[in-house]
């Protein structure tokens, strides 16, 4: 009886090993100073899977944020770097994340935001193609639907493009639409899913409401439309009533954690579903955002058609010219800064 009894404990000691977390994924946070990088690099200390986080940004405050930061008891182990030091920064790194942003002002789409923020893309990259051209590339910088091209072609230029490792990180939109149709629905968001496919832009970004889980829950055409509106539009309301400031930044924060922990538990040879945007052939766009299956090499299966509905297909009709031409702005930007 005691011999089964300690076996039972063996076992489910060993069951309690195999499900805890192994602290093993170096992280790089690059423009980890800013608002959004400090909120990002707060969040990812917290995060059990991760062994050592490198804080890098142009401005020197980085080394105190990473000093800061290990005060934290436990969780990653922080080291902080500034200036010339970008390729020490993501030497190592599995995943490396692209959060530096110039905040767009009242008034500016996300298009406007291309030339402010490529030039430290275009740095990173070169830096990628000197230290690490294997890791995971994960970009938060807008405009997205125009960034993850341009560091695509960069990348191309300098011989490490891998199409299967390169995101653009979409997940607020999810969160956005979740809480939005959670209220309208006065019901919880825990547990409401609703895909987003598309782009991130005002015109771009496309909740499918048809697919929203639980099934029970549904919203008419008229919701479905004024909803669409509401999470296309919260990004440059947040921008406006923030006085030009800053954009959105906890909600932001917030969803590239998630992603990166998706991320990092793709890295550690899981398959993971995971929405971003990447490249994806199968829209008549080089790259669009939606449910992707990722791996430890990289995306395994993009988003691919389903049946749609006709307002769904619709806005999907009008995204893709939008999205062909932010693929071309961003690759046609590639030319101005090499
Ligand atoms: C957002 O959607 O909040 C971000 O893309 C930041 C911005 O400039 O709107």
Same mark, same amino acid.
């Given at each position: 009886? #005691? *011999? ?33 990088? +400090? ?46 030091? #970008? ?12 959060? $530096? ?20 893309? $275009? ?29 695509? =072609? /960069? ?6 493009? !891998?199409?299967?490792? %390169? ?7 999810? !969160? ?24 991130? =832009?005002? @015109? ?21 439309? =004024? ?5 296309? *539009? /919260? ?19 917030? +969803?590239? !954690? ?8 793709? /890295? ?11 490249? !994806? ?5 080089? &790259? ?14 993009? &988003?691919?058609?389903?049946? #749609? ?18 693929? =071309?702005?961003? @690759?046609? $930007? %590639?030319?101005? #800064?090499?």
């Amino acid at each position: 009886m #005691l *011999k089964l009894y300690t076996r039972l404990l063996q076992t489910k000691a060993q069951a309690k090993i195999k499900c805890m977390p192994v602290r093993n994924v170096q992280v790089s946070v690059i423009g980890a100073a800013g608002e959004l990088g +400090s909120n990002v690099s707060l969040l990812l200390k917290q995060n059990h899977k991760i062994k050592r986080l490198q804080l890098y940004d142009d401005d020197e405050k980085v080394i105190g944020a990473a000093i800061e930061l290990n005060h934290l008891p436990g969780g990653a182990i922080v080291s902080g770097f500034a200036g010339d030091d #970008l390729n020490e920064a993501i030497r190592s790194s599995q995943l490396i994340l692209m959060v $530096h942003r110039i905040p767009r002002k009242p008034g500016k789409k996300r298009e406007a935001m291309i030339a402010a923020n490529a030039p430290s893309l $275009h740095k990173l990259c070169r830096a990628m193609a000197d230290e690490n051209p294997d890791a995971f590339l994960a970009i938060a910088s807008n405009p997205i639907n125009s960034m993850v091209p341009f560091a695509s =072609s /960069i990348l191309y230029k300098y011989g490490i493009y !891998n199409p299967f490792k %390169v995101f653009g990180i979409t997940q607020i939109d999810i !969160n956005r639409t979740r809480a939005c149709t959670a209220k309208a629905l006065k019901v919880s968001s825990n547990n409401l899913f609703v895909p987003v496919i598309g782009g991130h =832009s005002d @015109e771009t970004i496309i909740p499918l409401f048809s697919y929203m889980t639980p099934v029970e829950y549904t919203v008419d055409p008229c919701q479905a439309d =004024s909803l669409t509106h509401l999470v296309r *539009k /919260i990004g440059t309301e947040i921008v406006f009533r923030k006085q030009g400031t800053e954009a959105a930044v906890a909600a932001v924060a917030w +969803s590239i !954690n998630e992603f990166c922990d998706s991320l990092i538990d793709a /890295i550690n040879g899981n398959e993971v579903d995971a929405t971003c945007y990447i490249a !994806n052939p199968y829209f008549g766009t080089r &790259f669009f955002a939606g449910h992707s299956t990722i791996g430890p090499y990289g995306v395994i299966r993009p &988003f691919r058609k389903i049946p #749609l509905n006709d307002y769904e297909t619709f806005l999907v009709n009008r995204s893709v010219p939008i999205i062909n031409s932010d693929v =071309s702005l961003g @690759e046609d $930007h %590639v030319k101005i #800064l090499i």
